[in-house]
C-alpha cells in the first residue's frame, strides 16, 4: 500500500492529533482528502476512533532491537564429494547461540547423505533449519516428508534446478517446499533483491534501522570450509578444522559490515522498502545499492 506524503505526516508529525487539529494544521485545504485517509486506514483495520485518554495508551513503538545471541544465524555451503568436518561446524554454531541454520547444497544429494547432516543437529539448541537442494528424483515430496519426519526443526526447503511449483505447505507443521526452475550452482547467485524475499516482521523491521540486514550477526562456511561472514565474501578468517566462532568475532574486520544500514546506501535510503529487504554488501559498489536489485524506488517500479 502506497501512501501520499500527506499521510504520513498524519500518522507521524500529527499522531497525537485529533481529526479537526490535522485539519485546521493544513489550513482546511485538505478536509475532504483527510477525511478520505482516515476512513481508509480504519476500513482496512490499520486504525480504530478513540478518545484523547484511549490514545494515551497508545506509546509510540520502542525502537530498540537487542538479542542475546552472539550469532543469530547462519550459512552452511556444503559439497556432498567432499563435505568438511559438520560436526566441528555445527559445534562452532552451538558455541556462539545460534538459532537458525541454513544448510545449501549445489549437487545432488541423497537422502541418506542429508539424513546423516540433519542428524548432527539432534540434542543441539538450534531452532530452525533450511535446506537449498539441487532437485533430484529421489527428493520427490513423500521423500521429503520422510526425510524430514524424525527432524521437525526444517521448517522450509528449496529445490533448484527442477520443475518450478508453487510453495507448498504440508500437515506437518511449520514446513513449506519450494520448487524453481533456476539453476543454482554456486553461491554467486546469492544477492538477488525481490519482493518474494521480503522479511516483513516486527524484529526484522527494527534489526535493520541499526544493523544490516543481511551480515549481522551472521556467519557461514563456504563449500571448501572457509569461515566467512558470507559465502560470497573473498575474505576467509580461517578454515573450520582449525577455527573457533569465538576467536573469529574478534578478528579485525568480521564485524565491519554489520553496522551498514540502508538509510547509508545510496538509493536505498530512500526506497520505502528499506526496512524489510535483505540488503547485500557483496555484489555492489561500497556505498551503493545491490546489484542485484531492479527495483527503482524515483518510479516504484521493478525492472
Not at 497525537?16 to 478536509?31: E, F
Not at 534489526?207 to 570450509?225: A, Q, T, W
Request: charged share 25%.
Amino acid at each position: 500500500m502506497f501512501i501520499p506524503n500527506v499521510l504520513y505526516e498524519i500518522l507521524t508529525v500529527h499522531r497525537h492529533r485529533t481529526v479537526g487539529d490535522v485539519k485546521a494544521a493544513y489550513g482546511g485545504q485538505h478536509d475532504a482528502a483527510i477525511e478520505s485517509y482516515f476512513a481508509e486506514v480504519i476500513a482496512r483495520g490499520y486504525a480504530q476512533e478513540c478518545t484523547p485518554e484511549e490514545a494515551g495508551r497508545f506509546p509510540a513503538l520502542n525502537p530498540h532491537w537487542e538479542r542475546p545471541e552472539l550469532i543469530t544465524n547462519a550459512i552452511l555451503d556444503i559439497d556432498p564429494q567432499d563435505p568438511y568436518d559438520l560436526s566441528k561446524a555445527i559445534k562452532e554454531l552451538v558455541s556462539v547461540g545460534c538459532k537458525a541454520v541454513q544448510v545449501r547444497i549445489f549437487n545432488e544429494a541423497s537422502p541418506a547423505f542429508l539424513g546423516s547432516v540433519l542428524t548432527l543437529f539432534d540434542r543441539t539448541p538450534i531452532e530452525h533449519i533450511e535446506l537449498l537442494l539441487k532437485h533430484s528424483p529421489l527428493l520427490e515430496d513423500q521423500a521429503l516428508l520422510a526425510l524430514c519426519r524424525p527432524f521437525p526443526r526444517v521448517n522450509a526447503i528449496t529445490l533448484h534446478s527442477g520443475p518450478e511449483t508453487p510453495p507448498t505447505d504440508y500437515n506437518r507443521a511449520g514446513l513449506t517446499v519450494t520448487r524453481v526452475a533456476r539453476e543454482i550452482r554456486s553461491s554467486s547467485h546469492c544477492g538477488v533483491i525481490n519482493p518474494a524475499f521480503f522479511n516483513v516482521t516486527l524484529e526484522n523491521f527494527l534489526e535493520s534501522h541499526r544493523f544490516n540486514s543481511c551480515l549481522h550477526k551472521k556467519i557461514s562456511i563456504d563449500v571448501h570450509g572457509q569461515v566467512k561472514n558470507c559465502p560470497s565474501m573473498e575474505k576467509s578468517y580461517g578454515h573450520i578444522s582449525e577455527t573457533r566462532f569465538l576467536d573469529v568475532l574478534d578478528l579485525e574486520g568480521f564485524q565491519d559490515l554489520w553496522t551498514v544500514t540502508k538509510d547509508q546506501v545510496d538509493v536505498c535510503r530512500q526506497c520505502e522498502f528499506r526496512y524489510i529487504c535483505t540488503d547485500c554488501r557483496v555484489y555492489t559498489s561500497p556505498e551503493g545499492k545491490p546489484s542485484k536489485c531492479s527495483y527503482d524506488p524515483f518510479t516504484a517500479t521493478w525492472a
